[in-house]
């Protein structure tokens, strides 16, 4: 599913974000990656959408190779991951239904196609009835369940969320998980980056920590380990 072999990640600074990586994830799995900031956490995983391009070593998803993957090929990879990002990065002149049809317009879906997926996932994410709202009328939950709706519109096979829950109370980040885990017994394969030390003890799954670049730490239904 997702392989990284060796990798290595240098900025320009000389900063090392990337030290060595060598993981398997597999189909189905979910998994936090879990670390201090300034880590690697957010290289790791936007290496996985080539946001990010290793500067050595291999990088494989889906059975793509992404270190010698064309640029043009790019977005059409990209149609496989879905991404959600703690800032949401909704588009506030469009309504919630129009966030989430967006998604498929831009790859030409049939209209039909888009109705009815649209209308799908937002009942998944408990949002048929905000479909006509626009993002700021929405609560920083609602706004995060639009961001899951557009990120898993195309059916991807995996979904990379950083920091989901970072700006939400905890009554609504567990509202979040509750969708996390719908999504997850479909066979969609999650990568979840967070600090929230709390759900990741509560809801366990396997844990990748990443400190100084290298993942110090791999355990089946691990727990946070870092102070909170």
């Not at 109370?169 to 999650?190: L, P, R, V, Y």
């Amino acid at each position: 599913m997702i392989t990284m072999t060796n990798v290595y990640k240098t900025y320009a600074n000389g900063v090392q974000a990337a030290n060595g990586i060598t993981v398997k994830i597999k189909q189905g799995e979910f998994v936090y990656v879990v670390g201090p900031s300034g880590a690697g956490k957010s290289t790791f995983t936007k290496m996985m959408y080539r946001e990010e391009k290793p500067t050595t070593g291999s990088i494989n998803v889906n059975g793509l190779s992404l270190e010698t993957l064309h640029e043009r090929d790019i977005p059409y990879f990209r149609r496989q991951i879905g991404v959600i990002f703690q800032n949401f990065r909704l588009l506030p002149k469009l309504t919630v239904h129009e966030n989430v049809a967006f998604a498929l317009e831009v790859i030409e879906e049939k209209r039909e196609v888009i109705e009815k997926r649209v209308a799908e996932v937002l009942k998944l994410v408990r949002l048929d009835d905000k479909a006509d709202s626009l993002p700021n009328q929405l609560s920083g939950g609602e706004q995060q369940r639009v961001a899951i709706a557009r990120a898993i519109v195309n059916e991807p096979k995996v979904v990379i969320a950083d920091e989901p829950t970072g700006n939400l109370d905890m009554d609504t980040a567990w509202e979040i998980m509750d969708i996390f885990k719908e999504i997850n017994s479909q066979g969609t394969t999650i990568i979840m980056a967070t600090h929230n030390a709390e759900i990741v003890d509560t809801i366990r799954h396997r844990v990748l920590a990443i400190e100084g670049g290298k993942i110090v730490r791999d355990e089946v239904e691990g727990g946070y380990g870092y102070e909170s």
